[in-house]
């Protein structure tokens, strides 16, 4: 209840300030599991897709943003659970495959942190390792704007990406960064 609250605040809000345009709305799987996977240039992404997204998105979030114990208490009522950076966060990990588990939506940002341009050496293999272990479809979408008052913000959502390996495919971290890595070549070439 307090997410749909939340949405219906901050889109009011958003309505009021920003020119938001959105492509590829059809492209959204309406149930079953599902991993968002965006690019991410501002502090106002995961709220915007979150809001214009018709399914509940229960993002990653690095664990820096719950320090404060009233914003944590907000994030995870928000459906939002910690995700430790600098380490291979098991915990982040398996709560991912719990929610996927459970035909929910999960968002990442495979970047790990704000980037203004597509560069491959701050993508994590998290994504492809979620993905193939969860047998879940990944959205990629693409968002870019100032977030300047009354300004335009675009977000293109692309077809979901089913990943496929070959028969015997070695599976380590080398591996799964090279998948990610080519999710993330699709996000960007929405932005075209």
Not at 13 to 28: A, C, P, S
Not at 71 to 88: Q, T, W, Y
Request: glycine share 6%; proline share 4%; net charge positive.
């Amino acid at each position: 209840m307090f997410y749909n609250f939340a949405k219906g605040i901050v889109f009011i809000f958003q309505k009021l300030f920003f020119r938001i345009e959105v492509d590829g709305k059809e492209n959204i799987p309406l149930n079953g599991r599902l991993i968002l996977c965006s690019n991410h240039h501002s502090n106002w992404d995961p709220v915007t897709l979150a809001v214009f997204f018709p399914r509940q998105v229960h993002w990653m979030a690095k664990k820096e943003l719950f320090k404060n114990k009233f914003f944590a208490k907000v994030l995870l009522s928000l459906g939002a659970f910690p995700v430790d950076r600098e380490k291979n966060d098991v915990a982040a990990i398996k709560k991912s495959l719990r929610l996927l588990k459970e035909e929910r939506v999960l968002g990442i940002f495979p970047e790990g942190t704000r980037v203004k341009y597509y560069n491959e050496d701050y993508i994590k293999s998290g994504l492809a390792l979620i993905a193939i272990k969860s047998k879940s479809p990944v959205l990629p979408v693409y968002s870019e704007g100032s977030y300047k008052l009354f300004s335009k913000i675009k977000i293109r959502i692309g077809k979901p990406i089913f990943i496929e390996l070959e028969e015997n495919a070695i599976l380590d971290n080398e591996k799964y960064t090279e998948i990610s890595k080519d999710i993330m070549r699709k996000v960007y070439e929405l932005g075209g």
